[in-house]
């Protein structure tokens, strides 16, 4: 057997794997069956002390029972899950199965837009117990979605085109390390919050005040678009109205604190095989725990100011009002009650979903976004996907689209693109409207918008995504 395996069945590494490996081989030659003698080293690991008269593992066993080395002891099946849509992407699959194999793993959901991710896949949900996990959470903390209906007629629309986009330039920064100076540093009452509360964010604080109100790069944006409700909904009657929408998170701060948290997570779980290591974790009840957790809640009010002030100083500058405003998380960790347990559900790039929660789904630059109602699926942990999904990596996007394409795509659609990299491009992406299909158990579609006006990180720019 090889390492990996061992460290899977929960042997430690190390000395113990060198161990463990002489004997194995040793009990194939003397005849011992493969498939049974992985079963013992499986319950070896969970109990040496039951081991130590094994004539072929019993030297492992006294090893580990007199070991203080921290052991991997997988849940002997994986924590009940369940995925939504098809085709989907087999390392997202495998991501999540790992995932539920976790100790502290008790449920999970698969979201339709389901791809790769660090640990947790991206559109995964996973509860555990008393324990959160900074990579289920996502780089980018609290990565979110903000949609405000405005006042003005979307017969305008093409009248004031030039303004509008003379607005969100002006009043909008995006890229890694955007930020404000001076004059134009954005103010906001989650600054007065106690950021000197844990170290990270103490240090962090003089950048997340330049930033506050800038977009980050990747798949984050700011649209001007068409929002249609079919029936009354939201506070407004039927109809066609124009509104705003934004997608970003808690930039450096939240990056910061991710990496930090993410890091000690993984020293204090060296035992968790490769493939496990970024789904380390952090009991609830560790000063560390305790400490990501106030940082975390911190990121969560300060992205959710960063979208308040980019709305608020737009509006501001095209003299505009709020008829109406929807936002949402979408990398974020929850305390919930689930069938009577106190759990810490991740929902990595997954949409709230309870019964009754409005929530937004959005699709790409050329597609339509929604704004949707949760039904609230205990299958899913009131959960559904947090966009269409990607089906084309980054690099992959930038080696096969051409922005000739792209440009006869945005046409067609009635897109101003005003910035993006071609890793954005809208066939990047799953079709949004299957994506949609395929979880009509979990949501109720409200409003459909279809993007008019589109920004987002220059061409270039590393994705923070």
Same mark, same amino acid.
């Given at each position: ?292 957790? +106030? +940082? ?170």
């Amino acid at each position: 057997m090889k390492a990996r395996e061992l460290v899977n069945l929960g042997i430690p590494r190390g000395e113990m794997i060198k161990l463990a490996g002489r004997l194995v081989q040793t009990a194939l030659k003397s005849g011992r069956d493969r498939k049974a003698l992985r079963e013992t080293l499986r319950a070896l690991a969970r109990d040496p002390a039951a081991h130590v008269d094994d004539p072929d593992l019993g030297a492992l066993a006294r090893a580990m029972k007199g070991s203080d080395a921290p052991v991997f002891r997988p849940r002997e099946l994986p924590a009940p899950w369940r995925s939504w849509g098809e085709d989907l992407d087999s390392n997202a699959l495998q991501q999540m199965q790992n995932a539920c194999m976790l100790p502290v793993a008790h449920s999970g959901a698969l979201m339709p837009d389901a791809h790769l991710g660090y640990g947790l896949p991206i559109g995964g949900v996973l509860a555990t117990k008393n324990a959160v996990i900074p990579y289920a959470v996502g780089v980018d903390i609290a990565c979110r979605m903000r949609l405000t209906v405005l006042d003005i007629p979307l017969e305008q629309l093409e009248g004031m085109r030039q303004r509008l986009i003379n607005v969100l330039e002006d009043e909008t920064r995006f890229g890694i390390g955007a930020s404000f100076s001076g004059k134009a540093v954005r103010d906001h009452a989650v600054m007065d919050r106690d950021w000197d509360a844990v170290t990270i964010t103490r240090e962090m604080r003089a950048k997340a005040r330049a930033q506050l109100g800038s977009s980050g790069s990747g798949n984050h944006f700011v649209e001007y678009g068409e929002l249609s409700l079919d029936k009354p909904d939201l506070g407004l009657a039927a109809g066609s109205y124009l509104a705003l929408l934004t997608h970003s998170g808690s930039r450096g701060a939240g990056a910061a604190v991710a990496s930090t948290y993410s890091k000690r997570a993984m020293q204090r779980h060296p035992e968790l095989p490769k493939q496990l290591s970024h789904l380390a974790w952090l009991d609830l009840d560790s000063e560390d725990g305790q400490e990501y957790w +106030a +940082a975390m809640s911190l990121m969560g009010e300060y992205a959710a100011a960063n979208h308040e002030v980019i709305h608020r100083e737009m509006l501001r500058a095209l003299k505009a009002k709020a008829l109406a405003e929807v936002e949402n998380h979408h990398n974020f960790a929850w305390k919930e009650t689930h069938d009577g347990e106190d759990l810490v559900v991740h929902r990595k790039g997954a949409t709230p979903a309870g019964a009754g929660v409005l929530g937004i789904i959005p699709g790409s630059m050329a597609t339509p976004g929604y704004v949707v109602r949760g039904k609230g699926s205990r299958a899913a942990l009131d959960s559904a996907s947090h966009g269409a999904g990607r089906v084309m990596s980054r690099k992959a996007a930038k080696q096969r689209i051409t922005w000739s394409q792209v440009k006869k795509q945005l046409a067609q659609s009635g897109v101003t693109l005003l910035s993006a990299g071609l890793d954005e491009a809208p066939d990047v992406y799953k079709d949004i409207d299957q994506v949609m299909a395929a979880q009509q158990d979990l949501v109720d579609v409200v409003a459909r918008f279809e993007p008019r006006i589109v920004k987002m990180a220059p061409a270039g720019e590393r994705p923070e995504d």
